[in-house]
Structures are given as C-alpha cells and as structure tokens.
C-alpha cells in the first residue's frame, strides 16, 4: 500500500519497518479475523489490535477492483492515510501500524479507527469502517555515530540510541570485507525513556582491533528483524589536534547564498572545553580578575576567534544573560576546535521563524519554527543567535505542564525539540503551542512541528532520527 507522501532516507532497520504490502490471497487462505464491518459490499477485517513498529493484517474483499483509501484516526488526528489499488475479491494489506512520519500512531495506546473507501473505475463508491486498540512493540529508532571514524587513543567513542522505550541493544562488529564473521558481540541498556550513548573502545577480545574499516550492527534484544548498521573506520593511534586560531566570521552575510551558508555550516567550531551545561565566563581584559561581560555555553557555542594575545584568546558572540553581542576574552586552555559530523546542516531565522535543513550542501526543508520569547525579567529566555553543534538526544521531558518529546541538546540547557502537548484523554493535545509556530513563544529552546506539513517530511521526530552529535546549527540574528 503506498504511502500518502515522499519520505527523505531512513535508517536501514527503519526502511524495512515501514514497508507496505499488498498481497492478493485466495478466500481459503485467509487467517481468521475480527471486527469486520461493510457497507454496499466492501469488507475489511482485522483481529483488533493494531501494534505500531509490528507486522498488521488488513483483510479487504472488495465487490469489484478499484482504488482503495484507507484512513487511520481517532477522535483528535488523522494519523495516516494509505491507499492502494485492490482487485475483485479478497486481499492481504500488510501495514507496519505507524503514522506518515515513521512515528507510532499515538504517545499512548488507545482506540482507532480505520474509514475504507474503494472507488470503482465505473463511478461506484463503497466504504467500511472499523475499529481498533493501539499497542506499540520495542523498536530501535535510530542509531547514530559520534563520528565516522574512531581513535584508539582518542575520546571516548559512541553510537547514540534511540527505541520505543527502555530495553537492551545488541551490539556485532564485523570486519567489513567479512561481514559475516563476528568478531564481537555486545549488550547495552538503555535508559528508562529509551534513550543512551553505546560505547566502543575498539577493542576485540580486549586487544585494539587492527586499522581497518568495520561493519557494526545493532538491533533491540526484542526485536530481531530490524538491524541497523554502520560502518566506521578504527584507526590506531591520537586523533590530530587543530590548534585553536583566528577564526574570520562565523556568521553568513546578509547577502550569502547557499554555498557561502554550507560553507559556514561545514566550518570547524572553536567551542569552550568544559561539560556541557557548564558556562564559561568572558571577561573585559585578558586577566581573570576584570569584569565578567557574559558567559558562554560549554561544548557547543561555537565563537569567533578574533585574536590569539598570549594565554588568552579574544573572542566574540551572544553571551546568555541577555543575548546579546560581546567581544571580550577567555582562556586559551579552555578552548578546543571541533569539525561539524554528518552530511546535514541547520540555519534558524529568528525574522522568520523557520528552520531550513542542508543536506550535502543544498537546501532541501524549511519549516515553521518557535524561539524564545524574551520578557524584561527574563531577558536570557531569547533564543541566543550564534554557530553552534548539536549535542546529545535525550528522552521527553515535562515543563510548565507540557511534555516536550525528541529533544536534541545544541546550547546549554537549550534543545530542539517538538511542540508541547498537554494529556488530554489519553490523547496529546498540540493545539495551544501548534497555533504559536510561526511567532516567539518559548523560554529558549527551538519548538518544532509535531508532523510534516502536506507533501513534506521534515518534523521534530525526523531530525530527532537523523541529526548525529555535531550536525552543525546556524541561528541568525533577528535584531
């Protein structure tokens, strides 16, 4: 059965998941049902349960062949609407129970309902509902490198994680010219909200492994027939060290196009060496003991380097106590470069509200965004303007009643993340923060939409499945 929109490239397990058969059976060979219902002729049946990341039999007898659409809802969303050409008489639709977007049909299980239409060549029209229970199977959701290639010698590797919910992955590594000799197999737990950092030494029976290319694969505990898989380079040895220098610009002239913006997204980060929910102050002279004109975020703000005077480097960017510019200076030692990972690139307009997302260089998605919505006693609530790296995934958290799921780290204790919702029946309800897209609302985070918009694919759960830690982050100045 064909799905309603273009879907930008998946993980591999994720491509095979959201697959969409028909298969044309005889009547005999049909697997007992339930909940079947018709009107005029039209028959479709299934055993009640829909399960999202699973394997869901809709059973069609059709009077005659034709267009069949079938609708999936519940009292507040159409989640999905699948159609497909059906012959006379009885068939198989095999549905993997997710939404257009790859998520599963609700936050919580609950009821559905599922509205078949089947139009005729000749104009005859016929239509059935039925309903359904939700349930969700554990899924792997995304597997993400820290980088492409790992150091023996260097920091500390990792895939991040991402499943339904909590629950054990199993990690396989591989030679790639052998994929089928397992060198290692590995278990990981990841965390209640089903979200962690999988860990590799690029050791082999607790020896380094040799310089090579390697195929690692990973899969839910529960879940063997959906694998993801990466290939990364080991290298033994320490990583290069890009010493910290002059920077030039960081920031996209008012006049650059899309080359000049990829170039500045593709541009290695000078960021301040300390955790990442730590800040760092700058101060008005190179001597600790001047005034602090600001702070700066940890590990992922990137600044521009003006100047390298002794022990001290003076810098500039938009500091957090009110969001705005400052040049001024902070240690030497405290500062490190870091080259932006993965083949996507991100620029927020503030005027505009938007997110656009590069993809190798062109431009492929731009949608409605909210940032911060700064008051007079909370002027550091502005979304701060800057060059910046994504940072960690973590799972749904709640904030001033709302539930903010897909949360990426990129500045501080500021993410992207979706649009809140509030519980409404069993139900997420977006309704108050979807009508603010478009125009400043938030403390200082990014909301994004809950769904792609017509025709599109690009959500808060998309870039949650695919930015890797480092995906390098424009956001302009609006003032």
């Known amino acids: 059965m064909s799905a309603p929109r273009h879907r930008r490239r998946l993980p591999s397990s994720r491509r095979a998941a959201l697959r969409l058969v028909l298969v044309v059976l005889a009547v005999c060979a049909l697997p007992a049902v339930c909940c079947a219902d018709a009107v005029n002729g039209l028959t479709i049946s299934h055993d009640g349960v829909i399960e999202s990341y699973g394997e869901n039999r809709l059973l069609v007898s059709a009077p005659a062949a034709g267009r069949l659409t079938v609708t999936v809802s519940d009292d507040f969303s159409i989640f999905r609407t699948l159609w497909q050409d059906v012959p006379a008489g009885e068939s198989v639709i095999i549905w993997d129970g997710l939404r257009d977007d790859g998520q599963r049909l609700g936050i919580y299980n609950g009821s559905y309902t599922l509205d078949a239409a089947l139009l005729c060549p000749d104009g005859r029209a016929f239509s059935a509902r039925i309903h359904a229970e939700g349930r969700t199977r554990q899924a792997l959701l995304y597997v993400l490198p820290c980088s492409d290639t790992l150091y023996t010698d260097g920091e500390r590797w990792f895939a991040e994680a991402g499943a339904v919910k909590s629950g054990e992955v199993v990690m396989t590594v591989a030679a790639a010219q052998s994929p089928d000799e397992i060198l290692l197999t590995r278990k990981y737990a990841l965390s209640e909200k089903g979200v962690g950092q999988l860990s590799w030494g690029g050791t082999i029976q607790d020896r380094p492994a040799d310089a090579g290319r390697y195929l ?22 320490a990583p290069p060290v890009v010493p910290v220098t002059p920077t030039g610009p960081v920031m996209p ?227």
């Open 216 to 237: 690692l694969r990973y899969r839910a505990v529960e879940d063997r027939s959906n694998v993801i898989s990466l290939e990364i380079a080991v290298v033994n040895g």
């Open 253 to 479: 002239a008012p006049d650059a196009d899309d080359a000049d913006i990829w170039a500045l997204l593709q541009k290695p980060r000078v960021v301040v060496n300390i955790p990442n929910t730590r800040k760092q102050k700058i101060h008005e002279h190179p001597d600790s003991s001047s005034r602090v004109l600001g702070t700066l975020s940890g590990q992922t703000q990137g600044v521009e380097v003006e100047a390298i005077e002794g022990r001290w480097a003076r810098i500039h960017a938009w500091q957090h106590e009110d969001v705005l510019p400052v040049t001024g200076y902070v240690p030497l030692s405290k500062l490190k470069t870091v080259a932006p990972n993965g083949p996507y690139g991100l620029v927020i307009d503030k005027a505009a509200q938007t997110l656009t997302l590069y993809e190798n260089g062109a431009r492929i998605a731009t949608v409605p965004v909210s940032t911060g919505l700064a008051t007079a006693r909370a002027p550091a609530r502005e979304t701060a303007p800057g060059a910046f790296l994504t940072d960690e995934h973590i799972g749904t958290f709640t904030s001033d009643g709302s539930n903010y799921a897909w949360p990426i780290r990129y500045d501080g204790d500021n993410f992207l993340h979706q649009l809140g919702y509030r519980v409404l029946e069993r139900h997420a309800d977006y309704s108050i923060q979807r009508r603010q897209l478009g125009s400043k609302a938030s403390h200082g985070c990014v909301r994004l939409p809950e769904r792609p918009d017509d025709g599109g694919f690009l959500d808060a759960f998309w870039l949650w499945t695919h930015l890797p830690r480092h995906t390098p982050l424009l956001i302009l100045d609006d003032r």
